[in-house]
T-cell receptor, first 114, second 111 residues
Framework: NAGVTQTPKFQVLKTGQSMTLQCAQD?????MYWYRQDPGMGLRLIYY???????DKGEVPNGYNVSRLNKREFSLRLESAAPSQTSVYFC?????????????FGEGSWLTVV | AQSVTQLDSHVSVSEGTPVLLRCNYS??????LFWYVQHPNKGLQLLLK??????LVKGINGFEAEFKKSETSFHLTKPSAHMSDAAEYFC?????????FGDGTTLTVKP
């Protein structure tokens, strides 16, 4: 059971480059999330998708876009990367009916913008 | 509105001694509360959760947490620390689909 799978694991970008982080879950969850984790700051929500076809901004959406491609997949795009976007990114999923209130996380993507 | 405060950013214990990681929360509604553990370069793994059933919650790897409404606390404990417990621990409050994470507590276990 793979759970939540995100790629790539590590990426180095130059300022101004674009990239997409991919995420897929195999638990049939309705809700999916993208978080960023910075030292000493816990996790902050970038965007979320409560169900297929919907997306909403979280706490720190500036500089990011998302696409809920289907029920399984939720991608995060950086259109023009900035050093402030150097962080660890986590994709997650949940479903009130299937997982109660529990959120399940991927392994993380370490992004460095130079 | 909801918030969560992890009272210690770093905790250091010796192997075989008890672990206490403290978490206080605030919420206008009855919350669900979680503890997650994160080992280096890994994702967050669920340790345990409280969802309005028993106030003493048992989790994986010998961890427990007690929900105390009067104190708005959800402290994580383990009777005897193991070297493999060294990690970052996050307390999370979740209300109406919104999750708020604490800043994390780094647990160091000394041999």
């Amino acid at each position: 059971n793979a759970g939540v799978t995100q790629t790539p694991k590590f990426q180095v970008l130059k300022t101004g480059q674009s990239m997409t982080l991919q995420c897929a879950q195999d638990m049939n969850h309705n809700s999916m999330y993208w978080y960023r984790q910075d030292p000493g700051m816990g996790l902050r929500l970038i965007y979320y998708s409560a169900s297929e076809g919907t997306t909403d901004k979280g706490e720190v959406p500036n500089g990011y876009n998302v696409s809920r491609l289907n029920k399984r997949e939720f991608s995060l795009r950086l259109e023009s990367a900035a050093p402030s976007q150097t962080s660890v990114y986590f994709c997650a999923s949940s479903d009130v009916r299937l997982s109660g209130n529990t959120i399940y996380f991927g392994e993380g993507s370490w992004l460095t913008v130079v | 509105a909801q918030s969560v405060t992890q009272l210690d950013s770093h905790v250091s214990v010796s192997e075989g001694t008890p672990v206490l990681l403290r978490c206080n929360y605030s919420s206008s509604y009855s919350p669900s509360l979680f503890w997650y553990v994160q080992h280096p370069n890994k994702g967050l793994q669920l340790l345990l959760k409280y969802t309005s059933a028993a106030t003493l919650v048992k989790g994986i790897n010998g961890f427990e947490a007690e929900f105390k409404k009067s104190e708005t606390s959800f402290h994580l404990t383990k009777p005897s620390a193991h070297m493999s417990d060294a990690a970052e621990y996050f307390c999370v409050v979740r209300v109406a689909g919104k999750s708020t994470f604490g800043d994390g507590t780094t647990l160091t276990v000394k041999p």
